[in-house]
């Protein structure tokens, strides 16, 4: 497998073609934006956080590359009835894996579907698309702690 | 005779490298800088090797060599954009740097709340927030001319918004995001004739097409040398003799001053008054390497060579289905902007890597011509003098393997 398809695997094009929990939310608990000056991508991401601290569902509007898009969509779906604290330790797994740093055995298993990622490390510049709808999901989850969001 | 592109690939040691590793690199992104010649870098390295010195103030012979290929190459600039003199051309740091200095140091002192200084929808980021700053400082207002679906400036909505509060007008040349080059000298004479100053932001020109300060008649014009060939860290600023003389420095510190007391301190001559402190000598040495190198070549051999390879890769791309054209002025330098269905730019960008051929994607320092457009982003082709029809076909084939990807 050469070095683009390793990033533009079937997953990820798929994703991006046809991205799940692609709308807007009219209940949402959060919603926060997501924006990459340097390339233009922008979007808002929600989610309905129940009274146990699930997140109940999320979904996602906006425009950007295939990386982004891919990332919010496959990032929607994994975390649906999770809580705060289990996204927060998935977001550090797939941060883990972005950046190209050594998962600990736990974490690649938690991965799942998110490990399609896995190409993205060799692109140093992509890594920030990849990310980028994660930081904007931690941003919404923090401002109810009224944390703020942080790298 | 026309440019012999493949006697200069061999002066250009970057393009003989492979590029992850398999691919011959194909470098179209010379819009955002251009490789340099190993003149350039013999130049600077010979001044690093044996002639370091600082300028215009040492006894000793590594300082007077220093401070002669420093001051030739104001002569070399002066001749290069066609100036009166040596003493109009004006060492900076880049292209940024001189606007800005215009900008607090020519116009600044000229407005008053209310007053109006004009660009065009397609400005450089660089020829945008050096004026909002200015307004934000002044009360100013900053117009801005609109541009048509093509790319061109609409000349009479620029003629309209030249009003008697009008103080300054700030132009680009050639328009780095779309290619487009305006006609400046239109644009110069109308505001000329309600007696207004202009500066012709020449960043992506000077190195695409020959350029005449004194046929253009424009009252400042800036450039950097890092799009033409030589170093990052360099550029200059033109002003006509009255201009410069009306300006004040912006920077104070060594070299600009001829006495200092804790009273009064006077101003060296100009330009070495807009010159403060120990400049980027290598740097100025390795621009006006690089002014030689393209003399010789010559300005026009390389403007037509590039157009003739912005032509073909336009019409090439405007054939692939989905390939859609931002910036489709008639009067074009070598850069080609597009979009693509279903694939983002930096998607494209990202492809086109893993096959060795470098490009531009993203706004290109200049969000509202996106915004004009109804876009976040491009896809930039841009050519130098060292580029082939051979440059075009690896280009085609890259952009049909994005299609492939993501139809």
């Known amino acids: 497998m050469n070095m683009t398809d390793e990033l533009y695997q079937e997953v990820i094009l798929d994703h991006n073609r ?9 209940d949402a608990t959060h919603t926060a934006e997501g924006y990459n000056p340097l390339c233009g991508d922008h979007y808002q991401v929600h989610l309905k956080l129940n009274d146990q601290g699930v997140i109940e569902s999320l979904a996602f509007e906006g425009e950007g590359c295939a990386i982004s898009k891919a ?15 289990e996204a927060k330790a998935l977001f550090e797994a797939f941060h883990d894996l972005v950046t190209g740093q050594a998962p600990s055995k736990d974490s690649d298993k938690s991965l799942g579907k998110l490990a399609v990622f896995g190409g993205v490390c060799k692109f140093p510049s992509r890594i920030k698309c990849a990310t980028l709808g994660w930081h904007a999901l931690m941003g919404a989850l923090n401002q109810s702690q009224g944390r703020v969001s942080t790298e | 005779m026309g440019l012999d592109v493949y006697t200069v690939l061999n002066d250009f040691p970057a393009l003989g490298q492979l590029v992850h590793g398999h691919y011959p690199l194909v470098y179209l992104d010379n819009a955002a800088t251009t490789l340099k010649p190993r003149q350039v870098m013999d130049a600077m390295n010979q001044y690093y090797r044996v002639d370091t010195g600082n300028i215009h103030r040492g006894v000793h012979q590594l300082s007077q060599h220093a401070t002669e290929k420093y001051e030739k190459t104001r002569t070399t600039v002066q001749r290069f954009i066609q100036a009166e003199s040596p003493d109009n051309i004006v060492f900076t740091s880049g292209t940024t740097a001189s606007i800005n200095m215009v900008a607090q140091g020519y116009v600044r002192k000229r407005l008053s709340p209310g007053d109006e200084i004009l660009i065009t929808h397609m400005e450089h980021h660089a020829n945008i927030v050096p004026w909002q700053m200015l307004c934000e400082q ?37 328009s780095n995001a779309l290619g487009t080059v305006n006609p400046i000298d239109a644009m110069i004479a109308l505001a000329h004739a309600r007696g207004v100053a202009v500066l012709v932001d020449a960043a992506q020109a000077v190195a695409t097409l020959p350029v005449d300060v004194k046929a253009l008649d424009c009252d400042f014009l800036a450039f950097s040398g890092h799009k033409l060939y030589g170093p990052t860290g360099v550029g200059v600023l033109y002003g006509k003799a009255e201009a410069l003389a009306e300006m004040d420095p912006v920077f104070g510190g060594g070299d600009m001053i001829l006495s200092v007391t804790f009273e009064k301190t006077l101003y060296n001559r100009i330009p070495a008054r807009f010159e403060a402190g120990t400049p980027p000598i290598a740097e100025v040495i390795g621009l006006g390497a690089a002014i030689d190198y393209v ?33 489709t002025s008639p009067d074009k330098a070598g850069i080609v902007s597009f979009v693509m269905d279903g694939a983002h730019p930096h998607d494209i960008g990202t492809i086109l890597d893993s096959l060795g051929v470098a490009i531009r994607a993203g706004h290109h320092c200049a969000q509202p011509v996106m915004q004009r457009f109804g876009i976040a982003a491009t896809a930039r082709v841009s050519f130098g003098l060292y580029n082939t029809q051979a440059d075009v076909d690896h280009l085609i084939a890259a952009v049909n393997k994005v299609r492939e990807i993501f139809a």
């Open chain 1, 18 to 26: 046809h991205a799940r929990n692609y709308h807007a939310m009219t």
């Open chain 1, 71 to 85: 990332s919010l969509s496959i990032m929607t779906d994994a975390l649906k009835g999770k809580t705060a604290d």
């Open chain 2, 295 to 327: 003399t010789e070549i010559g300005m026009a051999h390389v403007a037509s060579h590039e157009r003739g390879l912005m032509q073909d890769a336009q019409e090439a791309l405007q054939a692939i289905p989905g390939v859609r054209i931002i910036g």
């Open chain 2, 138 to 174: 002044t009360g100013a207002v900053l117009k801005v001319a609109p541009i048509d679906d093509e790319g061109n400036v609409l000349l009479e909505a620029y003629e309209h918004l030249l009003t008697d509060r009008t103080r300054f007008v700030s132009v680009g040349y050639v």
